[in-house]
Each structure stands twice: as structure tokens, then as C-alpha cells.
């Protein structure tokens, strides 16, 4: 017997008495259940990236059968307010009629030839006119590709080999940058996972996001020997972090004083605070920049792109290495340019910065309410709640969070039907297909999830 038989028996009755609709009691997930059973026999922890095994909230992750627009819907046949978005990039919503007949188009004439084609060049070209700082770009398959391959650039460029980059700050599963911060303030990396070596890592030095003054103290000791430094230019990966004015000016100072390269991984950024990304709101010069996520508009694909001379140095115009069979494959390019042409011809910025700022006042005031201690942090349509009563601005104030208080908002809110970041170290984010009244609703649940969670409340 298949081991998918008894999932599709019970959807079959499932279905027929259970229609899409928002949930009015709480969701029932039998089928991811039996589902997430399944892919545990077959897949390590069941899943093929570890944020959706939920191990930070606890549960089972619910299985994904379709999506429209705002919304997901499970085997199960629940509906839920989607605010993933696949981790950012679905700015526009799901199955965007123009990203769908871009890919019908596209796979009408082929998925696959490992052969140049002309929507690379249309997908190349309308990066470069968004992004100032990008003269140049090499497509590649995903973000951690993309920041690979520009660490590389970095030293290849440079001929230097230590690189700097920030706690709480994640740049895909690149060897080099799985790294924790050793016990001074800046010292190399340790490895952080079974399978990275202490040679891989004795080149990357930890600093603290926001410590001007640590990196004042590197590169006046090491400035000769960094190829670059690494970071994100708004932090989505310890929750939603806001550099600071002198952060950035010392990030763009020093490198240039010292002939290193700064690399800005815009990966979740890149077209989603702004068409121009995050570099251009905090008006910063990148020599690298990074990007994925939306540049696919939602399919698999990565970027990095920078000064046209430090690009020359990639094979074949240079002598860095890098390469991909399925680079600037069809599907993700077509993907990608429908994406981008809708992002300027009819921009939702103005949609998203309201929404998003509803979204913000509304959780702010539920959670002050609900007497909970908490902060908020939001730069366009990214948002994080922390349950933490000040601000967040690094890795160190970030790890003092009430993780099991979040679990247990997470999963109030999934039973009204909001689908949020099963993390406290995750964004969420809003999309061009929310609207008002999906705002209206989703403060209203997290109205009721914090005042049962409350201390002192009969759920708390």
C-alpha cells in the first residue's frame, strides 16, 4: 500500500463535509497529521527545511493543499490569512494572474535548456534600474547560493581572506557564515553545526549588530586582512532589527577606508521595503548586494550584483569561480520579470506602508491591553512582535525573548486562522492582496489570543 493512501481516504470524506471557509472554532489538522507521520518516514524531520517542522512552537505543521491571494488553505480544509507570504516572496499575494500567465507562456516553450535567453537579460536589466548600486548581476538559484558566491567575489576581488559578519544575522547555510560569536567581542567564529570545520569558519569574525564601536575596534586591528563585511541592511532573521544611522555610516566608512567590500544580503529586503530595497531608505552604497525571494516571484531563483569591476572578476570575465547548470532558469526568470515590471509599472508600496502600519498600531494596542510586555518593530511591510519588554537591536537583546509565550500566541492565533511565523525570530509579512478588513481581523484575533495568554488570565 502507498504510504499516501490513508491521507487521500480521509481527505475524501473530510471534503465532503467541510467547506473553504475561515474557521469559527478551532481547526481540526487530521490530515497534516497523518501527512507530517508520512513525510517522517521519508524525509529527516519530515521536512525539507527546518522552520516548517515548527520545532520553535511545537505541534504539527499544517500541509499546504492551495493558495489564494491573502490566504492558505490546509488538507484539512481550513482557511488561514496567510502572512508568510513563502517567507516574502509573495509581495503581490498567490497566483497573481500576471505571474501565472508570464509562466504559462513560459512553459509553453520549455523549462530547461542550460542555454542563454533573453528573459535572463530582461530579468538582469530590470534589476539593475532598481537597484543604483547594482551595475552588473549574476543570476542564481537561491539566496545562500547568492551569498556564497559573493563572499567568494569579496575575497577573490580583495586577495584578503577574513570576513565580518553579525549575530542574529543569517545569510543562508553557507559553511563559512554558520557561526556563533566566541566569548570576546570580536573574535573568529566558532562553528555553530555538526559539519562545519574550524577551518571553514577561522576567517569569519562575530560581531554584534548595531556595536559601532566593535567595528571601529576590528578594523583598526585587522582592516588590512577583511575582504568584507556581510549584513542585513533590516534584520528579518532575529525578528524585525533596524540598523542605526551611525551603524550604517560606520559600516560604509570603514570598508571604504579600508578597502574592504560591504555586502548587503537583500535577500528578504530586496524589493520589499522599497523597489529599490532597504539600501536605498537608509542610503547606503553596497559594493555587493544579494538578493532572492521576490526577484522569482515565488520560484526558486537568487542574485548578486554590485560594481561592474569587482563583477568582471567572475568566470568567464574574471578568475572567481562560480557557476550553475539551472541559473536563470526560464520559469523563475519569467516569474521574476512579471514580478518586477508590476512592482514599477503599478507599485503597491503606498497599499503596503498603510496596512502595514494598521497592522503595527493594531497588535501595539492589543498587546498593551492585554498587559503584555512586549516590543514592536516594523519597516515597511515587515513586522515582528517581540515578547520582550524593550527594544530589540541585536542578537543579545533578541535571545532574552519569551519564546514559549509566542509559541503559545502562535498557535491562539492559528486557531482563528491566522497563519504567522512559527518563530519569534521571523518577520512576517504583509501583501498588496491583504486588505483592510483582513487587518481589521487579524488584530481582532490577537486581541482575544493576548488576553488569554495574559498573566493572570484564566489562559495564562
Known amino acids: 500500500m502507498l504510504l499516501g493512501t490513508p491521507c487521500l481516504l480521509i481527505k475524501r470524506v473530510i471534503q465532503q463535509q467541510t467547506e473553504f471557509s475561515m474557521q469559527k472554532t478551532k481547526p481540526t489538522l487530521i490530515l497534516s497529521q497523518a501527512a507530517f507521520a508520512r513525510a517522517q518516514q521519508l524525509m529527516p524531520g519530515g521536512v525539507n527545511s527546518p522552520a516548517r517542522a515548527f520545532g520553535a512552537v511545537g505541534g504539527t505543521p499544517i500541509f499546504v493543499d492551495r493558495a489564494e491571494g491573502a490566504y492558505l488553505f490546509d488538507i484539512d480544509g481550513n482557511r488561514y490569512l496567510d502572512y508568510i507570504g513563502s517567507w516574502g ?4 499575494g498567490h497566483r497573481h ?52 558566491s559573493a563572499i567568494r567575489l569579496a575575497r577573490g576581488y580583495t586577495g584578503r581572506d577574513v570576513l565580518i559578519k553579525f549575530a542574529g544575522n543569517y545569510h543562508g547555510h553557507v559553511d563559512s557564515l554558520l557561526v556563533s560569536a566566541g566569548s570576546a567581542a570580536a573574535t573568529l567564529g566558532v562553528p555553530s553545526s555538526p559539519g562545519v570545520t574550524q577551518g571553514t569558519t577561522q576567517d569569519t569574525i562575530v560581531l ?19 575582504a568584507g563585511v556581510i549584513f542585513e541592511p533590516v534584520v528579518g532573521n532575529m525578528g524585525v532589527v533596524r540598523p542605526s544611522e551611525a ?18 544580503d537583500e535577500v528578504m529586503t530586496g524589493f520589499r521595503v522599497a523597489f529599490a530595497g532597504a539600501q536605498s531608505l537608509l542610503g547606503l552604497e553596497p559594493d555587493i548586494t544579494t538578493l532572492g525571494k521576490i526577484v522569482g516571484g515565488g520560484l526558486p531563483v537568487g542574485a548578486y550584483g554590485g560594481r561592474a569591476d569587482v563583477m568582471d572578476h567572475i568566470l568567464p570575465a574574471g578568475e572567481v569561480f562560480q557557476a550553475g547548470t539551472l541559473s536563470g532558469n526560464p520559469l523563475a526568470t519569467a516569474a521574476g520579470c512579471a514580478t518586477l515590471k508590476l512592482l514599477k509599472d503599478d507599485p503597491p508600496y503606498g497599499k503596503l506602508e498603510t496596512l502595514s502600519a494598521q497592522l503595527e498600531d493594531g ?12 516590543s514592536l518593530a516594523r519597516v515597511g511591510s515587515m513586522i515582528t512582535l517581540f515578547f520582550h519588554d524593550t527594544a530589540v537591536d541585536n542578537w543579545s ?36 492582496a491583504h486588505t483592510a478588513e483582513d487587518i481589521e481581523q487579524t488584530v481582532a484575533a490577537a486581541q482575544e489570543t493576548l488576553n488569554d495568554i495574559a498573566p493572570g488570565s484564566a489562559g495564562g
Not at 509566542?406 to 491566522?418: C, K, L, Q, S, V
Open 97 to 148: 494572474p500576471a505571474v501565472l500567465a508570464a509562466l504559462k507562456h513560459a512553459l509553453e516553450h520549455g523549462t530547461s535548456y542550460g542555454a542563454p535567453t533573453e528573459a535572463e537579460s530582461e530579468l538582469a536589466e530590470r534589476i539593475i534600474d532598481a537597484v543604483a548600486s547594482v551595475e552588473k548581476v549574476r543570476l542564481v538559484n537561491s539566496g545562500t547560493e547568492a551569498t556564497m
Open 363 to 374: 497588535l501595539r494596542e492589543a498587546a498593551e491591553s492585554a498587559e503584555i510586555s512586549h
Open 89 to 92: 516572496p509573495m509581495i503581490l
Open 247 to 264: 551603524f550604517c555610516e560606520t559600516l560604509q566608512r570603514l570598508t571604504r577606508k579600508h578597502g574592504a567590500l560591504l555586502i548587503c
Open 208 to 226: 554584534e549588530y548595531n556595536d559601532v564601536a566593535a567595528l571601529e575596534k576590528t578594523f583598526a586591528a585587522r582592516g588590512a586582512e577583511i
Open 397 to 432: 537583546a533578541a535571545s532574552q525573548c519569551n519564546t514559549d509565550l509566542y509559541a503559545r500566541y502562535f498557535w491562539g492565533m492559528m486557531d482563528r486562522g491566522i497563519y504567522l511565523p512559527c518563530s519569534q525570530y521571523e518577520a512576517l509579512f504583509v501583501s498588496a
